[in-house]
């Protein structure tokens, strides 16, 4: 297919025409806040609202996952309107996240710590009142825990599991502050369902699934 040219953050780069800008920018090493977007999906969920960048032509910023390069395009993620949108997604999805990275599994290696110091953000919202879930922790997998209280509601492991394993333990269940990433008929994780093989918890971001031999005392 043939390639493009264009330009982002001042850095030229080539990218496949149709490529989002998400992935290209990602392929040159330029990092978008991103937690939702999965590169094999045909169709972009663009709900965690956190890849905005500015775009040359465009009145307003556009979502990275969703937008298409094109040759000469000129994009700048560290855009003042772009940025402010995006901590504004980051700020609401920390309102219902309980921050105790020093206890956490994932410290170190979640996509949230990046993303806030990507924005220069604190983990913690002060402007937003914090409103948690309080949703049981499912200890029942062998390998791997599930702490739903810590999830982001992206979706990497649903896809992980239907597409790369071809089972579907996962899927999301009720709607708006409700919603919930949960195994099919709320079994516990540990059901004969799942195939143990942890591919959910290699995709999770945060410290949602977790390998129980990497837990911290
Ligand atoms: S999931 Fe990430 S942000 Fe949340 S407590 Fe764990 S390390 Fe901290
Ligand atoms: S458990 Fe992890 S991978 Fe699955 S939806 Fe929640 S944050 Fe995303």
Not at 62 to 76: L, P, Q, S
Not at 93 to 114: R, W
Request: aromatic share 6%; glycine share 6%.
């Amino acid at each position: 297919m043939k390639n493009v040219s264009l330009t982002i953050d001042g850095q030229k780069i080539t990218a496949r025409a149709g490529e989002k800008i998400l992935w290209a920018a990602l392929a040159n090493d330029i990092y978008i806040p991103n937690l939702c977007a999965i590169k094999e999906k045909p169709e972009p969920n663009a709900s965690c609202r956190l890849c905005f960048v500015e775009v040359e032509g465009e009145a307003e910023p556009v979502t990275a996952c969703t937008h298409e390069v094109n040759d000469g395009m000129v994009v700048n993620t560290r855009g003042e309107k772009a940025l402010r949108l995006a901590r504004a997604g980051f700020e609401l999805l920390m309102a219902s996240h309980p921050v105790d990275c020093a206890h956490c599994t994932a410290n170190g290696d979640c996509e949230l710590q990046k993303i806030a110091r990507h924005l220069k953000v604190s983990l913690k919202t002060k402007r937003l009142r914090l409103l948690l879930h309080n949703l049981p922790i499912d200890d029942s997998n062998p390998l791997f825990t599930y702490d739903p209280n810590k999830c982001v509601l992206c979706g990497r492991c649903i896809w992980a599991c239907r597409q790369d394993v071809k089972s579907g333990v996962f899927g999301f269940a009720h709607r708006g502050f409700e919603r919930v990433m949960t195994t099919f008929g709320d079994e516990p994780i540990g059901s004969d369902r799942c195939l143990n093989c942890s591919r959910c918890v290699e995709a999770c971001p945060t410290g949602a699934l977790t390998f129980k031999d990497e837990r911290k005392s």
